[in-house]
């Protein structure tokens, strides 16, 4: 990315160095209370205070002044699904009846590339107001869904990871015919788009009772044929659901080891949800290195159960956090943090401010594996920034008269913040917000 251009944002700086332990553990992040990020050809080249780098500027480089804002890494959704962005707020269903009732229908649109296209720019916008700026993304069983997913983030410049969800059986026949030849389909997909820019391919099984073991084995030697491709499905979300993979599977002592037999668990594999795991299964996320994806308002809205941050970390498994719109209910990972500090508090666990947002940012970028271009305000790094406002609106505004500090304001941010919050959102450098 050689553009040429340079600018300099000006604002109170905040990046996380590693995972806080702790609410207040600040020696777990940087922050810098006047701070310039120099941006040249989409990178960043210098963070540092203004009072360093000032002096060091050329008098022709606009600087983008955000007094009293917050500059953090852009957010990373690490589960989300760029076909349900008319799914959300669909009443009444646990997951398999929510599936057949309304997914399966809304995602059959998607044989149009014309819907596919204007769906795709609706969903890069929702994500860039929300001041998301890389997501891992599923698309429908059409392989042309990926493809519009991927031509419109290619001149927005932002990191999109993003696979055809794979499907054999147990769908409608019109989600099941594209994918017949799925496995050739993704393929062609990953010589098309993987590492074309800031673009990214991810084999996407959908789940166990959609594939049979053979597109699963299938999905699995790909995955090990292309050493840098993610891997994304769902696991465990629902009690039904899991009672249909053990009776599909019926030789797999779990839903976990059917993943595990078909070679689809490993350090580049993103599990949704994983609720209902026993302590076997969880070994074996935490064994092969896989990421467990919270998913905390799709959980709470379909009704799928509790997901047990502390039982997972505790044993080793890399945590990361996700929207899943749209089982979820917000594009927000702002509202996605208030919701998982909630499912929490439900367990008599706590989610420390500083804690989310490092999963957010830090957190999320090394669950993708992409922990030394994305996530963090450094030099090298894509310069994918979000500037969050904790006074947005007048209750905001009114809690913030007596914050008690940075911790405080993030958390006033995470509980009560959403789209209105970001004031704007840099994607490579560029701001991709009207001013
Ligand atoms: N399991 C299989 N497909 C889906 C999906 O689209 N959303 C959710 N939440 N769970 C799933
Ligand atoms: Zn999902």
Redesign the pocket.
């Given at each position: 990315m050689t553009d040429g251009e340079t600018r300099a944002i000006r604002g109170r700086l905040l990046t996380f160095l590693r995972a806080p332990e702790g609410a207040s553990d600040s020696a777990s992040y940087r922050y810098i209370d006047d701070g310039i990020v120099l941006v040249k050809d989409g990178r960043i080249e210098a963070a540092a205070p203004a009072a360093e780098l000032m002096s060091r500027l050329p008098a022709s480089i606009p600087v983008d002044r955000h007094a009293d804002a917050l500059i953090l890494p852009g957010f990373i959704d690490t589960h989300i699904?760029f076909p349900?962005t008319q799914v959300i707020a669909s009443y009444g269903a646990q997951?398999l009846e929510w599936?057949e009732k309304y997914?399966f229908v809304e995602e059959q649109r998607f044989a149009d590339p014309a819907h596919a296209a204007r769906i795709a720019e609706f969903f890069l916008d929702e994500l860039t107001r929300n001041g998301t700026t890389t997501a891992l993304a599923?698309c429908s069983a059409h392989p042309d869904s990926a493809d519009a997913l991927f031509t419109a983030a290619g001149p927005r410049r932002m990191g999109i990871i993003a696979g055809n969800a794979i499907m054999n059986r147990n769908g409608p026949a019109a989600l099941l015919e594209p994918a017949r030849d799925a496995i050739a389909a993704s393929r062609q997909l990953i010589g098309l788009w993987h590492g074309k820019g800031r673009l990214r391919y991810a084999v996407t099984p959908?789940?166990a009772?959609?594939s049979t073991g053979e597109q699963l084995a299938a999905a699995g030697a790909l995955l090990e044929e292309f050493p840098s491709v993610l891997m994304q499905t769902?696991l465990a979300?629902n009690h039904e659901?899991i009672a249909a993979v053990g009776r599909l599977f019926p030789g797999d002592p779990s839903y976990t080891a059917v993943y595990a037999r078909f070679g689809l668990l490993g350090p580049r594999s993103l599990l949704?949800?994983c609720i209902h795991l026993d302590d076997t299964e969880i070994a074996l996320l935490a064994d092969s290195r896989s990421v467990a994806v919270f998913?905390p308002t799709?959980n709470l809205f379909?009704g799928s159960g509790l997901f047990n941050y502390q039982r997972l970390a505790k044993a080793g498994v890399r945590i990361a956090l996700a929207t899943?719109v749209g089982?979820g209910t917000s594009y927000s990972m702002l509202r996605t943090a208030a919701e998982a500090y909630k499912v929490m508090q439900l367990q008599s666990q706590t989610l420390p401010a500083l804690v989310a947002f490092d999963l957010m940012t830090r957190g999320n970028a090394a669950a993708l594996g992409l922990d030394g271009e994305i996530g963090a305000i450094a030099a090298g790094r894509f310069a994918d920034l979000v500037v969050l406002d904790a006074r947005a609106t007048p209750a905001m505004a009114h809690r913030m008269e007596v914050a008690r500090g940075l911790e405080d304001e993030l958390f006033v941010l995470m509980t009560m913040g959403d789209d209105r919050a970001v004031r704007q959102t840099y994607i490579a450098g560029r701001p991709a917000l009207p001013a």
């Open positions: 699904h349900q997951l599936l997914t599923y959908r789940f009772i959609t769902h979300e659901e949704g949800h998913c799709s379909i899943d089982g």
